[in-house]
């Protein structure tokens, strides 16, 4: 039959190694807060970079969720910080600890009823401090977190709000392209009115033919001449 030491010294173990479980899950759901915290940060830094300030309802507007937004991430990024670091993990006795306490007891001139009872009140005394520091470091951890996660939600919340403003009243300063009238690619007017007129079916380039490309100079320089020649009576009748 089990003594009431063996059911506490259990008990403790079983304390100790929930406590690591713990806080391996309390460091994984800090690796997915840093996973939402940089798409945060880069749409923030894409507002800011392409955002145009029309000095209007809407830009003011625009521009104080957005300091909102910054806020909170700001906070986000401090609390997370504060609940990644600064807190140390309590641990068993090393190997070589242990056994330095094994040999002490063995010294000792007790029975040997009286050292196992030594080295389960050991045993017990490290469990129950290690398990009692890591509840305390995993708890103040989870309140950080949630904290962190908060201030993320409210930065999001207000990130999505200013994406609709920014695409609703067209706050964007990139160049608009307006293709209602396209640029027409059949001509091409060189200084001295030259035109060369660009067929596509004697398009080449430099790894067709020479016949190809011979064939478009020779064009080329019949146009050339065409011009010219067309503009010579131009300047007779102004003389």
Excluded at 8 to 33: A, M, N, P, V
Excluded at 107 to 124: G, T
Aim: some cysteine.
């Amino acid at each position: 039959m089990k003594k009431i030491d063996d059911y506490t010294l259990d008990l403790y173990e079983k304390l100790y190694f929930h406590e690591i479980e713990l806080r391996e899950k309390i460091i994984g759901r800090l690796q997915i807060t840093l996973s939402i915290i940089f798409p945060i940060l880069g749409g923030i830094s894409y507002l800011i970079l392409n955002f145009e300030n029309k000095h209007d309802n809407n830009s003011f507007i625009f521009i104080g969720l957005l300091f909102l937004c910054l806020i909170f991430i700001f906070i986000s990024l401090y609390l997370f910080s504060k609940s990644w670091h600064g807190h140390k993990l309590t641990v068993l006795p090393t190997a070589l600890d242990i056994l330095k306490f094994i040999k002490d007891i063995n010294l000792q001139n007790w029975s040997n009823e009286k050292k196992q009872l030594e080295f389960n009140d050991y045993l017990k005394e490290s469990f129950a401090k290690s398990a009692t520091d890591n509840t305390i470091t995993n708890a103040k951890k989870s309140k950080l977190l949630k904290r962190t996660n908060k201030a993320l939600i409210s930065s999001s919340l207000f990130l999505i709000i200013c994406f609709f403003l920014f695409s609703y009243y067209e706050l964007d300063k990139t160049p608009k392209v307006n293709i209602s009238n396209p640029i027409s690619l059949t001509e091409y007017r060189l200084p001295y009115n030259q035109i060369i007129y660009l067929y596509p079916s004697q398009s080449c380039n430099k790894y067709e033919d020479i016949k190809c490309q011979k064939k478009n100079r020779q064009h080329v320089k019949k146009s050339q001449h065409n011009q010219k020649k067309n503009h010579r009576p131009n300047q007779h009748e102004h003389h």
